[in-house]
């Protein structure tokens, strides 16, 4: 009997995302993983984040989900390069899913791809799949106590995009409480208050991720992540 | 070196959870595991169930978060026995710590206890705590694709709670088609449209809580979960 042990395996993770990142830095290409609850909008979050900027950039997809390839049928209809992980159970990506979805990506020719997770607040925040910036979705739905309730991913972000900001009329939601909360966790995150119905906020999101790639490619120098350069933030 | 195997840790879990039902069936007290993604209105359902079944049930409450003491405080001001699980960054609560916090409450007294589990929609499906039912909570607000791309907790759960109905008016929401993939999933399930926010739809989860404590206390022979019995339902 072959038995698998817990840290041989999360060993085995981060030995496969230092090779992810490697691969990453030597083609210049950016990476975002993307970590929310489900239903928080990172699909729809990245429909028209990718509907403004694929103009300018050259964006690849990898669509990590529990089952269905819905959201990766969502991301192709754009023409965007896309792969689908299903994890048949597993609770969030690992590096050695991403670097399988790689190979079926033109790293060569892009500037930036972003990983959506498996929705999931908790677990996905400890696997490292060799990205340059962890990002958090939260839907102001969800309640301005989530930060201090799920720690972990707001300490671990470069970035927090709050969704679903148009449905804050009719809701009970304490923006400046929950900044506040995040801030308290991580003093350099940096926070993206949107509506993708409506397009608010999308302006900001869409120059951070811009300034991004530009600082990879060396073309600024912009402390753009916790104050560190990208490639020694994590 | 001390090594502990994923499966030791399993069996293990699924033994204390015999223990604990074996406890609860001796009490005649009914217990519900409640599951959702952060920020879908567990807690406050909770808040709205026991101030309208309190002067009727002795309930008592265990809270699973991973930090915070917030939701605990909550539901204690309703004077209701409640016990604070914090899983210091584990993703679910288990079937031990479910024991831990059992000897906290008034057990010989209680009619129904709700276990209200860590924020997650994926992994706390997966550890069976003693309970009697499962609930799923599902806020319109994360969409109609929710349970085709998390089948596990559908499949396995008694009862849908569907929450923040009163948002249904400025969101895209497809009430038929979710719940058309839900009984897809399991064509057994209980769904209950409500709004906490609003009181509507607590008549009917109310009555069928109702129900469950009855049939428990053999007042009633209602198949209420799944068309089987409690006691063999899980």
Same mark, same amino acid.
């Given at each position: ?5 817990? /840290? ?5 993770? %981060?030995?496969?995302?230092?090779? +992810? ?17 489900? =239903?928080?909008? $990172? ?22 989900? #529990?089952?269905? %390839? ?5 991301? *192709? ?5 896309? !792969?689908?992980?299903? %994890? ?7 590096? /050695? ?22 929705? +999931? ?8 799949? =060799? ?8 839907? !102001?739905?969800? =309640?301005?106590? $989530? ?9 671990? *972000? ?12 009719? #809701? ?17 995150? +940096?926070?993206?208050? %949107?509506?993708? $119905? ?37």
């Amino acid at each position: 009997m072959k038995v698998i042990l817990v /840290q041989d395996l999360l060993k085995a993770n %981060t030995d496969q995302a230092l090779q +992810n990142r490697s691969l990453f830095d030597e083609h210049r290409v950016i990476v975002i993983n993307l970590i929310s609850a489900p =239903g928080s909008g $990172k699909t729809t979050l990245l429909e028209k984040t990718l509907a403004l900027i694929k103009d300018r950039l050259y964006v690849g997809v990898i669509e990590g989900d #529990i089952s269905t %390839t819905r959201d990766a049928e969502r991301i *192709a209809s754009q023409a965007i390069p896309v !792969v689908q992980i299903n %994890t048949q159970g597993a609770c969030h990506l690992d590096a /050695q899913m991403v670097a399988q979805a790689l190979l079926e990506l033109p790293l060569k020719e892009l500037d930036l791809i972003f990983i959506e997770n498996v929705g +999931n607040l908790v677990c996905p925040a400890s696997f490292d799949l =060799g990205e340059h910036c962890k990002v958090a979705v939260l839907s !102001v739905t969800e =309640g301005s106590d $989530k930060p201090a309730k799920y720690p972990e991913i707001f300490l671990k *972000a470069h970035a927090v995009v709050m969704s679903k900001t148009d449905l804050l009329p009719y #809701i009970d939601f304490n923006m400046e409480d929950c900044v506040a909360e995040m801030q308290g966790i991580n003093k350099n995150l +940096n926070v993206f208050p %949107t509506s993708s $119905k409506m397009g608010t906020g999308m302006a900001d999101w869409i120059e951070w991720l811009e300034k991004l790639v530009q600082e990879k490619r060396g073309e600024v120098d912009v402390p753009c992540c916790n104050g560190k350069s990208i490639g020694s933030s994590i």
